[in-house]
C-alpha cells in the first residue's frame, strides 16, 4: 500500500444472512481527500463505513486503515485504531442531556487524561473552527439542525483523527446550512490533513468539495471519479442519479406484474 494511501479496500465481500450487500468492491482514498460515496439507499455505503470502522468483518477480501485490517484486530487493537478516526453520524446524534461544550468534551474525557483546563482550551477550539464558540452553553434543543450538525463534526474532530467519516451530512439541513456545512469538511479535511469519507445522496453539494466519487450499485462500484468525470459521465445509472432523473436503469414503479391483470382485464381473465 502507497503510503499516503490511508483507506484500502480490497475485492470486499460482505453479506447480512443470505443477503449480499457487498460482491467485490475496490475502494481507496489517499490523505488528505474528501471522497464521497454514492449510490441509492440500500447499496452498501453505510456498510462500507461498517467495514472500515470495524463493526464487522468482511467474508472474503482486504479492508486496511493506515496499514491495519479493522476486522482483524483484537479488542484493544481495534479501539486504538478507532481513536485515530472520527464519526459524524446522520442528524448529529448529540447527547441530548448534554451541552455543546460537553458533547465535544466528552471523548476528551473518555479517552484522555488531560486536566479540564486544558480540555476546556482544546473544546473551545474545535467550536472556535466550527463558528459555535458563543454556542458552547447551549443544549442540544436549543440547537438548529445545522448548528447541530456541526458541533458533531466539533465533537468528530476532537481528538485530531487521521479519519473522519460522514454518514449523510447534509441530510434534512436548509440550504445555508448545507453549502456551510459542505465548505467546513472540505476546510478542515485541508487545515488537519486528514481524510475524510462522506457517504452522501446530495450529489451537486458534494461534487463542489470532493476529490473522488465512488458510485455504488447492486453491491460494486459502477462508476468512479472525479467530480468533472462523473458530471460528464455517459453511464445511464451516473447520469440519472447526478441529474435526478425519474426515468432511467433505476425505475419508478418496483416489479410487478401487468396492470391489466391486477385489475382483471388481462387475457387470462374471466
Given at each position: 500500500m502507497q503510503h499516503d494511501t490511508l483507506v484500502e479496500i480490497e475485492n470486499a465481500v460482505f453479506g447480512y444472512g443470505a443477503r449480499p450487500v457487498l460482491k467485490g468492491v475496490n475502494l481507496t482514498a489517499k490523505?488528505?481527500?474528501?471522497?464521497?460515496?454514492?449510490?441509492?439507499?440500500?447499496?452498501?455505503?453505510?456498510?462500507?463505513?461498517?467495514?472500515?470502522?470495524?463493526?464487522i468483518k468482511a467474508s472474503q477480501g482486504t479492508v486496511?486503515?493506515?496499514?491495519?485490517?479493522?476486522?482483524?484486530?483484537?479488542?484493544?487493537?481495534l479501539y486504538r485504531l478507532r481513536r485515530k478516526m472520527g464519526m459524524l453520524f446522520q442528524f448529529g446524534a448529540l447527547f441530548t442531556d448534554m451541552s455543546a461544550f460537553d458533547n465535544v468534551a466528552f471523548q476528551l474525557r473518555e479517552h484522555t487524561d488531560l486536566p479540564e483546563d486544558a480540555i476546556r482550551d482544546l473544546v473551545l477550539m474545535k467550536l472556535h473552527a466550527v463558528g459555535l464558540r458563543g454556542a458552547a452553553h447551549l443544549m442540544p434543543a436549543e440547537l438548529s439542525g445545522g448548528m447541530a450538525r456541526r458541533v458533531a463534526l466539533a465533537r468528530a474532530i476532537a481528538l485530531e483523527p487521521m479519519l473522519v467519516m460522514y454518514d449523510e451530512p447534509f441530510a434534512g439541513l436548509d440550504p445555508i446550512?448545507?453549502?456551510?456545512?459542505?465548505?467546513?469538511?472540505?476546510?478542515?479535511?485541508?487545515t488537519l490533513g486528514l481524510t475524510s469519507l462522506v457517504v452522501t445522496h446530495d450529489v451537486q453539494e458534494s461534487l463542489k468539495i470532493v476529490d473522488y466519487v465512488y458510485f455504488v450499485?447492486?453491491?460494486?462500484?459502477?462508476?468512479?471519479?472525479?467530480?468533472?468525470?462523473?458530471?460528464?459521465?455517459?453511464?445511464?445509472?451516473?447520469?440519472?442519479f447526478v441529474h435526478g432523473e425519474s426515468d432511467g436503469p433505476v425505475p419508478f414503479h418496483y416489479p410487478a406484474r401487468p396492470y391489466a391483470d391486477d385489475l382483471g382485464l388481462g387475457e387470462g381473465s374471466a
Open positions: 490523505r488528505g481527500q474528501v471522497v464521497a460515496i454514492m449510490g441509492s439507499s440500500g447499496c452498501g455505503k453505510t456498510t462500507l463505513l461498517r467495514l472500515i470502522g470495524g463493526q486496511r486503515v493506515a496499514g491495519e485490517s479493522p476486522g482483524e484486530l483484537d479488542r484493544t487493537g446550512s448545507l453549502g456551510v456545512t459542505g465548505n467546513l469538511i472540505r476546510r478542515l479535511t485541508d450499485s447492486e453491491g460494486v462500484i459502477m462508476a468512479e471519479g472525479t467530480a468533472a468525470e462523473i458530471r460528464a459521465s455517459g453511464l445511464p445509472y451516473v447520469h440519472q
